[in-house]
């Protein structure tokens, strides 16, 4: 069974770091495709950024996050890294682990076939 936990979530000021991780437990955890997704109270979940199984080279980033969030894998770790600085309030949300198990960064939720349970990002002004 495949599952996906978060960790790393709390509360943060404004223009602080936070770092979010998700391990897996998938067997072939190298050749999934991951991502993180985010949900704010009264939204939809929408993308953040994810992160090719081809030698973690492909990257792809929500326009809102790009130049502020950064995604990285350890496959030897079974893990994936969200590295969030300059946080404002406007990124406080649930931030959700996914996996793909096939090529392509895909940025709709729909393109995932494994969900974490979530982990709160809360960033006070």
């Known amino acids: 069974q495949v599952q996906l936990v978060e960790s790393g979530g709390g509360l943060v000021q404004a223009g602080g770091s936070l770092r979010v991780s998700c391990v897996a437990s998938?067997?072939?955890?190298?050749?999934?495709?991951m991502g993180w997704f985010r949900q704010a109270p009264g939204k939809e979940r929408g993308f953040v950024a994810a992160?090719?199984?081809?030698?973690?080279?492909?990257?792809s980033y929500a326009d809102s996050v790009e130049g502020r969030f950064t995604i990285s894998r350890d496959d030897a770790k079974y893990t994936v890294v969200l590295q969030m600085d300059r946080l404002n309030p406007e990124h406080t949300a649930v931030y959700y682990c996914?996996?793909?198990?096939?090529?392509?960064?895909?940025?709709?939720?729909?393109?995932?076939?494994?969900w974490g349970q979530g982990t709160q990002v809360t960033v006070s002004s």
């Open positions: 996914a996996g793909r198990r096939s090529m392509g960064l895909v940025t709709t939720t729909a393109g995932y076939d494994y």
């Open positions: 998938i067997g072939t955890f190298s050749r999934y495709t």
């Open positions: 992160i090719s199984w081809i030698r973690s080279t492909g990257t």
